[in-house]
C-alpha cells in the first residue's frame, strides 16, 4: 500500500503521456490532515533539477499537502524555464487538489537536459486529481518507475496504532541512468515538523547515503516525508525514528536488488576503524573500485583489488595488521596472506566483505552493487 | 631505443619463467655513468608493495645504479616475506652487475598477493645481466609487459647533444587490472640529484598524475628516472624538465592509448575555474564518471552526465553559468541548453570534452578512458 498505508492520505498514479512508452508516468500523493507536516532531504549535487529547488523551498517551513511525481524526464540543467515548469506543475496541482502551490512538492525522473512536455503533464494533474483514492499506493509506486523492473514499497505498523509507508524508484545514487532517486514516505503519528527532519535526516543517514551502486549522485535525489497526524496518536521520538529507519533501510535494499544490470549485491563492512567515518571512506572507496566491482561479477574473492581501494584513503590504521574476509572466508590475515582464495563462493548474489583495521571500535557499511556487461550497456545505451 | 637512447646505459628482457605464458617477465636497466644521480615517485597507496617499499629507500639519497623490473607477479601484501623477496631481487641484481644492493631499485608488476617464484626471478637476473647490451631497451620494454598490448618507449633529443629516453607498461592508475604503472626514463644529461627530483615531481604531476583511466590508484605505481651524464651536457635545468615532461606525456598517452577494454581517449578540459585544483577537481569528477564513460562507449554526448559528476564537486563556481561542448559543439551554453546533441559525432576514438565554469582563469586537463564490455570482461575474468 505504500504512501496510502498510513490513514490520512490519498495517492493515484496514471499515464499521462510523457513516456512515449505509454507507460504510467505520472503520480499524485495527497495529505489529507489533520496535520500537514513534512521534512524533505535533498541531493547535494550543484547542479539541483529545477523540482529539487522548488520542493527544498516548499519544505522549508514543514507543510507539505501534496506531492506530484513524474517520470519520463528530469526536468534538470533545464534553466529558468525549467524552473518556471515545476512551478505550473504545484500550481495545477494546488488548483486540482486545493491547496497553495507553495504546499506541493514536486519530483521529476528521466533524461537529464530535455524539457517536459507541458501539455501532457497537465492532462495527468487533471486526471490523477480525479483518481485518487485510499487504496492509490501502489499506483503511484507504479507511475514513478523508469528503469526499475518493480515498483518498491515498505510499510510498518506499530502495535500504538501509527504507521509508516513509503514508495521509491531508482536509480539514484545506485544506478542513476536516469539520474534519479525519488521516495516519498507518509506516516499519520502525531510527529511536528522538526522531529520529522531530524527522524529524517538519522534515517537517511543510514540507508540511502550508505547505498552507493556506482559513485554517482543524481541531481534530482529526493526524499519526502509526510506526516497526517490521523491516527491520533503521538509516538515515542526514538520508536518513530527507528522505524522509519527500518522503512528507509527496506526501501534502499529493493533499489539496489533491482539496480541496472547488477548481478550481485556487496555489503562492504568496515570494522576496528578509529572513527565511523574513517570506517565510512574506507567501505565507500572500496565500494566504487570498478575494479573490485569487476571481480565480484566475475566471481573472483580479488581481494588484493579490496585493499588497493582501501589504501587510497588516508584513514588512520596500519596496513600490516589488516584483515579481509569474503562470505566470512578470511583470505589476509593481519596483513598476511590467509585462506586460499579457492574457499570462497560468490555463487549467491548476496556478498558480505569484511575489512578489520584493528586501529578502534568504530564501524560502518556501503550497500553496492557489481559492474557487469548490462550495466555498460543499460548506460551506454541508454539517452540515443 | 627507450630506455638505451641515452649514452650510459645498457638494459636486457628475458624470458624467466615467472609468468605461465613463456613470455618476457624480467629487465634489467643499467647505469653505467659517470654519474649514477636518480629520482623516483610512487604511489601514494598505503598498501605500498614490497618492491615500493626498497626502491623508495633505495632511491632516498639520490642514487641508483641498477633497475630490475619483473612482469607476472606484484609482489604486494605479500608481508614480510615479500619485502624480503624484494630485497633478495636486489642483492642479485647488485651481485651480478657489481654494484650495492641499496642502489638497485625494484619494480614488480602483476597480481596482488602471490608470492614471487624465487628460483625463476634468480635465474632471469643471471641471464638478464649476461644479455645487457646498449641496444637492450626494446628488450626490457617488451619484457614489462603485461595486459598490455604494446610496449611503450619514447625518446627526447636534444640538440644540445643530451638524450632522454623512456619506457612504461600500464595500466597504473590507467586499467590497473594488473595494479601498476611501471616507468623508467633515462638521460646522459649531467643533472645533480634535487634537480632530476624536482624534474620528475614536475614531469609527473602534469602527465601520469593527470591520467586517469578508472580511478583506481595501484599498490605497485612507480616513475623512476636515472642519469648518467653520459653526455658531458648539463642542460638548461627549464629546458630539461620541459624535455622531461614532453616524455613523459607522450608515455601517458600511450598507456591510455593501450587501456585494457577501452575504445575512447578521452580528454576533459575544465576552464574558467577560480583555481587550478578546482579545475582538476572538477575534472577528475567528469573523468570518473560510470555514467558518463559509458556514455561515451555509447557514442552519446550525455552532458547531463557531465554536469551531474561536476555538480558533485564544491568548487567555486556558479552552475547557472556553465558551458559544455563535446568536439567543440557547444551543447549547453550559459546554464541553458544549447546546440541540439545530434550536432556531435564521437565516432572517432579521440574525445574532447571541454566545461568552462566562467568563475576565473584557471584550468586543467584529466585524460581519461570510457568504460566498455572489453573493460568489465578484462577485469571480471582476470585472475580466475
Not at 540507508?207 to 552507493?212: E, G, H, L, S
Request: charged share 20%; proline share 4%; hydrophobic share 45%.
Amino acid at each position: 500500500m505504500s504512501v496510502t498505508a498510513a490513514r490520512g492520505f490519498t495517492a493515484a498514479g496514471v499515464t499521462a503521456g510523457i513516456k512515449a512508452s505509454g507507460r504510467p508516468d505520472l503520480a499524485l500523493v495527497v495529505n489529507e490532515g489533520p496535520d500537514a507536516h513534512a521534512a524533505g532531504v535533498f541531493t547535494s549535487n550543484k547542479f539541483t533539477a529545477a523540482p529539487v529547488q522548488w520542493s527544498r523551498d516548499a519544505v522549508r517551513n514543514g507543510r507539505l499537502a501534496a506531492v506530484v511525481l513524474n517520470s519520463g524526464g528530469a526536468n534538470a540543467c533545464t534553466g529558468s524555464a525549467g524552473l518556471a515548469d515545476a512551478q505550473k506543475m504545484a500550481e495545477w496541482t494546488g488548483a486540482e487538489v486545493g491547496c497553495a502551490a507553495g504546499d506541493v512538492a514536486v519530483c521529476s525522473t528521466g533524461l537529464i537536459g530535455v524539457r517536459l512536455p507541458m501539455d501532457p503533464v497537465l492532462t495527468g494533474i487533471q486526471l490523477a486529481a480525479q483518481d485518487l483514492a485510499h487504496t492509490g499506493g501502489p499506483s503511484a509506486a507504479e507511475a514513478i518507475r523508469t528503469t526499475d523492473t518493480v515498483a518498491k514499497e515498505a510499510v510498518h505498523t506499530s502495535p500504538d496504532g501509527w504507521t509508516i509507508g513509503g514508495m521509491a524508484k531508482g536509480a539514484g545514487m545506485l544506478a542513476p541512468a536516469l539520474a534519479t532517486m525519488l521516495v516519498v514516505v507518509t506516516t499519520d503519528a502525531v510527529v511536528p515538523p522538526a522531529e520529522l527532519d531530524a527522524a529524517l535526516r538519522t534515517a537517511t543517514g543510514f540507508t540511502f547515503d550508505r547505498t552507493d551502486s556506482d559513485g554517482c549522485m543524481s541531481t534530482n535525489d529526493t526524499v519526502l516525508l509526510l506526516s497526517s497526524g490521523a491516527s491520533g496518536v503521538a509516538p515515542d521520538p526514538a520508536e518513530f525514528s527507528e522505524a522509519l529507519t527500518a522503512v528507509c533501510a527496506d526501501l534502499a535494499r529493493q533499489l539496489l536488488a533491482d539496480a541496472e544490470g547488477s548481478a550481485h549485491d556487496i555489503e562492504v563492512r568496515v570494522e576496528g576503524a578509529v572513527t565511523e567515518a574513517d570506517a565510512l571512506a574506507v567501505a565507500r572507496a572500496i565500494a566504487r573500485s570498478n575494479l573490485f566491482k569487476c571481480a565480484i561479477f566475475g566471481n573472483d574473492p580479488n581481494w588484493g583489488r579490496v585493499l588497493a581501494s582501501a589504501g587510497t584513503v588516508q584513514a588512520d590504521y596500519d596496513p600490516e595488521h589488516v584483515d579481509v574476509a569474503f562470505n566470512g572466508v578470511r583470505v589476509f590475515v593481519d596483513g598476511q596472506l590467509g585462506a586460499d582464495r579457492s574457499e570462497v563462493s560468490l555463487a549467491a548474489r548476496e556478498v558480505l566483505v569484511e575489512v578489520h583495521l584493528h586501529a578502534g571500535d568504530a564501524s560502518a557499511a556501503i550497500w553496492t552493487n557489481d559492474l557487469t556487461y548490462d550495466y555498460v550497456k543499460e548506460n551506454a545505451e541508454y539517452s540515443t
